[in-house]
């Protein structure tokens, strides 16, 4: 495979990711629309969800680490069944005695991580045989049914709230239906059968899993940092702001590292990784920086949105997230195709803790806009940096026992 159709292998998993940024928001403005006080419950069952997604999503890196195994389809049921279970179970012993209404909306939300179980499942397979455009075609599917869904659920009569959980259950059943069934027409095995040990199984999940639970506590830790650092709470007034630009920015980069994890299993040669790093280099900054401006132009933003937009110290920063997590994700392809789930851990956990440790431990003189993505930023630079250290140990080990 060249570059070339690297990047065609990689271009609708992005386009599927950057497709399913604007759902959320969508469902929201509609909320909004009817009734602004019914995002609140959606707001908090929203939150809620993202954090029993965090242990479904890593099954795509386990299909792709393991070629499918058969294994790694028990294992995907197994994780899909086990949280599925542990997450309804801790929704009755919290929210039972307290709101028993909230607890019914959770409970029938809950459905959609079997649902999200089998899609991660599925990706994984589609990036496996060289067919994500069926990935793209499911998320698109999913968009309208969900995001249509809601705007009829509001207006034949259904409550704001179960109008968007409706929609949203209803949305991630039709995109794993749509996938399992386009994998099946286009003639692509479900898993193989192969025999891998279970430590095999479960270091890439557990490596990836911590990839995106701290992607999901990044934002939470940003808050603290700046609230603890001196005059931090005025600059918080930003932070929603500069955190949905910044999620813009890379938003087509969430499944990165599977594809290179494809490339590095199919030993793709380093020329031509190389040469597709370099150009989603150039391409993310240059299209964060063209659209940017198409929304200055175009939409009539408010005050924030507009003044984080037209300042060209935020925009390089913005600019830099994706290159940085560029690099972040090529490391981390890199290290759970040696088995070296270890680096990644670690790195991860220096990172949340140090960067949290040094900026709430400092009094800033002032905390604003540009103090906010520089906190952002210094959680992936530390992670960045240990990476490089233990590439530099893995290769000086690996040169060692050549010269043995």
Known sequence: MNTLGLFRLWLPSALSSALLSIELPIIAATLSYFRPESSADYAVALGIFMFANSFVFPLCTVVIKTNKSAQSFALAAIVTLLVFAIFNLALELFYAARSPAFLELMHFFSLSLLAVGARRYFQGVCILENNT???????????????????????????????????????A????????????????????????????????????????????????????CVHFSGRGDDALFWWPAIFSIITFSYAGLIDLENILIKAFHESISVRVCGLFILALIVVFPVSFLLL????????????????????????????????????????????????????????????????????????????????????????????????????QLLNSESRSSRLA
């Open 292 to 391: 940017s401006r198409v929304l200055l132009l175009t939409l009539p933003l408010d005050e924030i949105f507009h003044s984080a937009l037209s300042r060209h110290a935020t925009l390089a920063g913005v600019c830099l997230v994706p290159v940085f997590i560029i690099f972040r994700a090529a490391f981390r392809a890199y290290f759970i195709h040696h088995s070296q789930s270890k680096s990644i851990n670690v790195a991860v956990a220096t990172s949340l803790f140090f960067t949290t440790l040094f900026y709430s431990s400092i009094d800033v003189a002032f905390a604003n806009l540009d103090f906010l993505l520089v906190v952002f930023l210094s959680f992936i630079v530390v992670e960045l940096i240990v990476y490089l250290i233990s590439w």
């Open 133 to 171: 455009r069926i990935i793209f075609g499911a998320s698109a599917i999913r968009i309208l049914f969900s995001t249509i869904g809601c705007y009829l659920f509001i207006v034949n009569g259904i409550t704001e709230e179960w109008a968007a959980i409706y929609a949203l259950v209803l949305g």
């Open 173 to 224: 059943y039709v995109e794993a239906f749509v996938l399992i069934l386009s994998t099946r027409f286009s003639a692509l095995s479900f898993f193989e059968p192969r025999r891998l040990s279970w430590s095999e199984l479960f270091r890439p999940y557990y490596a990836s899993f911590l990839i995106f639970a701290a992607t999901l506590t990044a934002n939470f830790l940003v808050v603290v």
